[in-house]
């Protein structure tokens, strides 16, 4: 069983990162494989609205030539074969960041374009947002939107997704924050047995 794990941050190794990793050494701790794939930064065009994902129906992107090394497929593929995702973003003048929103915009479509289930269904699913100060709510809201759309499971803490931190690190001064995501993870982690244990 495995959970594929996106950080929405350019900062490869920044506090989005720190924060993914948290909950992902939670699943690790039960026996569940993990996987953190980087979205920020690479090169995930946005949706153009061709359709085409509606005509082939087998839930990839056929809108972009595969000379323009756009990533989503690869990324819709490890979707696919996983149990669990989960979608991290840095706060961006109040809102996910542009490669998170094509992820999420995206993986929607492609999943919800079969013509029969969705291909995310029943994924056990979280977001997670870090913050400085303001707009985490709207982060989430974000994320949120793509799993209440797709059918998913979504497991939650004592408290918002969120911790709060400027520079490299600074979150794990956040304590509260930082106990709050271990707990989702146990979390995510006894419904994913629960479910496909
Ligand atoms: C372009 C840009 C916009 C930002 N906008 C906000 C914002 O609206 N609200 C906020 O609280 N923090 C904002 N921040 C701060 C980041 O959310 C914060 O530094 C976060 O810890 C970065 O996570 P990372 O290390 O994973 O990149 C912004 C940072 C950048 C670079």
Excluded at 28 to 52: L, S, Y
Excluded at 64 to 82: F, G, P
Excluded at 119 to 147: D, H, P
Aim: with cysteine.
């Amino acid at each position: 069983m495995k959970v594929t794990a996106f950080n929405g941050s350019p900062r490869k190794n920044g506090n989005t990162s720190i924060a993914i990793n948290i909950l992902l050494e939670q699943l690790e701790k039960e026996g569940i494989e993990t996987e953190m794939v980087q979205v920020g930064g690479m090169n995930i065009n946005p949706c153009k609205a061709c359709d085409k994902c509606r005509k082939v129906k087998d839930g990839f992107c056929h809108g972009y030539k595969v000379d323009k090394k756009d990533i989503l497929n690869d990324y819709l593929k490890k979707i696919y074969e996983s149990k669990g995702l989960i979608i991290g973003s840095p706060v961006y003048f109040g809102s996910v960041t542009p490669e998170t929103k094509s992820l999420i915009d995206r993986v929607g479509y492609c999943a919800r374009s079969t013509g029969m289930d969705n291909l995310l269904k029943r994924k056990v699913c979280s977001g997670v947002a870090v913050v400085r100060r303001q707009g985490a709510g709207t982060t989430l809201e974000q994320i949120n939107n793509l799993f209440a759309l797709c059918e998913v499971i979504v497991p939650y803490s004592s408290y918002w997704n969120m911790v709060m931190g400027k520079e490299k690190g600074e979150i794990l001064n956040d304590k509260e924050g930082i106990n709050n995501l271990k707990n989702l993870g146990n979390n995510m982690a006894w419904l994913l047995k629960k479910l496909y244990g």
